[in-house]
């Protein structure tokens, strides 16, 4: 009798060590799997919600693909990449930033203009049918702009303000923005009078709903040429697709819906 229940417990304990290292081995499995299946999309702050709507009709379209996006200012993605950051396709709000991921050679492939973006003047308190002059307004006492160093619609920006001579006159009252998302963030809330931030974001629906903006014309500030590329990531061939989706023609109405130019694409 003790035999055969030394027998049971011995058959009890081998079934039960097969069932937990069984269960970890497919739990590992799954965790790795869910690590792997994604796209990583590094993109700049003004892309936000275009690429969410880029993201959803792609998705839709290609059952089972999965994307994941990151936002920031080009500079500091830019040097996250740089530094070793498991991305697999950047789109930049800049030129300028790719050449810099392709002197690291962090990339796979040549750079593509995928769109091209406009600067705009916002406020939710002030009229802006003076255009740039509104900046001078002595009751503006804070003017939100993103850092030019950073952020290619800082640069434009403060170039358009030193072009009209209005800089000089303005800079003791500019807060610097780590980002144009920033930037109007600033804005939004009270913490500054006026933002120069990107077309799209003053189109969003939650800007639009709280105040208004001025477009910054071709002669005041230039288009920005907004570059992406193919990085040496895990996914490169799923990263390229996706790139190539969003660059196609079927995505430029998208694209105007959120006040960028795509001409130059094609």
């Not at 299946?37 to 892309?47: E, M, P, Q």
């Not at 789109?91 to 962090?106: G, T, V, W, Y």
């Not at 903006?213 to 799923?238: D, F, M, R, V």
Request: net charge positive.
């Amino acid at each position: 009798m003790d035999r055969l229940i030394r027998f049971g417990h011995l058959f009890f304990t081998i079934f039960t060590l097969l069932l937990f290292f069984g269960c970890k081995k497919e739990s590992g499995h799954q965790k790795n799997s869910t690590q792997n299946s994604f796209v990583s999309v590094a993109a700049a702050a003004n892309l936000r919600d275009v690429l969410e709507e880029l993201k959803k009709l792609y998705i839709t379209e290609n059952p089972g693909k999965k994307i994941e996006l990151t936002f920031g200012s080009s500079g500091l993605l830019t040097q996250q990449i740089v530094n070793g950051a498991p991305f697999d396709l950047f789109l930049s709000a800049d030129s300028s930033f790719i050449e810099k991921i392709k002197n690291e050679n962090r990339n796979f492939g040549k750079a593509e203009i995928y769109a091209l973006g406009k600067v705009a003047m916002w406020s939710s308190a002030f009229d802006l049918s003076e255009g740039l002059q509104t900046s001078l307004n002595p009751e503006i006492k804070k003017i939100a702009i993103a850092d030019p160093e950073l952020a290619p619609y800082g640069k434009n920006t403060v170039q358009a303000l030193k072009n009209t001579g209005i800089y000089p006159k303005i800079e003791h009252k500019i807060v610097w923005a780590e980002n144009i998302g920033q930037a109007a963030q600033f804005a939004a809330t009270g913490n500054a009078d006026l933002a120069f931030i990107a077309l799209s974001t003053a189109m969003s629906k939650e800007m639009k709903a709280k105040g208004n903006y001025y477009l910054l014309s071709e002669n005041e500030a230039a288009s920005i040429p907004q570059s992406g590329i193919l990085l040496k990531g895990k996914k490169q061939t799923e990263a390229k697709q996706f790139f190539d989706f969003i660059r196609s023609r079927k995505t430029a109405q998208i694209w105007q819906k959120y006040g960028y130019q795509t001409e130059i694409r094609h």
